[in-house]
């Protein structure tokens, strides 16, 4: 019992000695960073309608996925739907730290870009086959079709 308790209670000593030294101006500087960039996605027409026409029990929500570090200068971020235990994504979108750019993040995109300015989004989502794997090469969507027998692709107009 002593040998448990001489070893725990350093533990926690550790423990809160650990967390003392966090900054926490950086943490609020942060934080606040982080509620700006929500509020300015909040502000996208295709998210305020998304909140506008999804049914309240349906518990729409925008989901923090990752903040920028020293690896990754984005906040990503979804909209979903949050019922029934589980988060659904309806959209991703990366924002810039810096620059406050939108992205739209394209998982069909084999251009190997995968991001794409949300401008450009906005003019591809209506076109079906942005709905289908594909490329963009000089501007244009390219279509990406699989033959199923060769489980090769063939590129599609």
């Known amino acids: 019992m002593k040998t448990t308790l001489m070893f725990i209670i350093p533990l926690v000593l550790l423990f809160f000695r650990a967390n003392a030294q966090m900054p926490v101006l950086e943490e609020n500087k942060n934080d606040k960073l982080e ?3 929500l509020s300015l996605l909040k502000k996208l027409p295709e998210i305020k309608s998304f909140f506008k026409y999804c049914p309240k029990e349906y518990e729409p929500a925008l989901l923090v996925n990752r903040v920028p570090d020293s690896t990754f200068k984005y906040y990503w971020i979804s909209a ?5 235990g589980m988060f659904r994504t309806t959209y991703h979108f990366y924002i810039d730290a810096k620059t406050f750019k939108f992205y739209y993040l394209d998982f069909l995109d084999e251009s190997g870009m995968g991001i794409l300015p949300v ?5 591809w989502r209506r076109n079906p ?4 794997n594909h490329k963009f090469r000089h501007g244009n969507l390219l279509v990406i079709n699989y033959d199923e027998k060769k489980n090769t ?3 599609g107009k």
């Open 35 to 37: 509620e700006h960039v």
């Open 153 to 155: 692709r063939k590129k």
């Open 129 to 132: 086959g942005f709905h289908k």
């Open 119 to 123: 401008e450009m989004w906005r003019k």
């Open 80 to 84: 979903g739907i949050g019922n029934l």
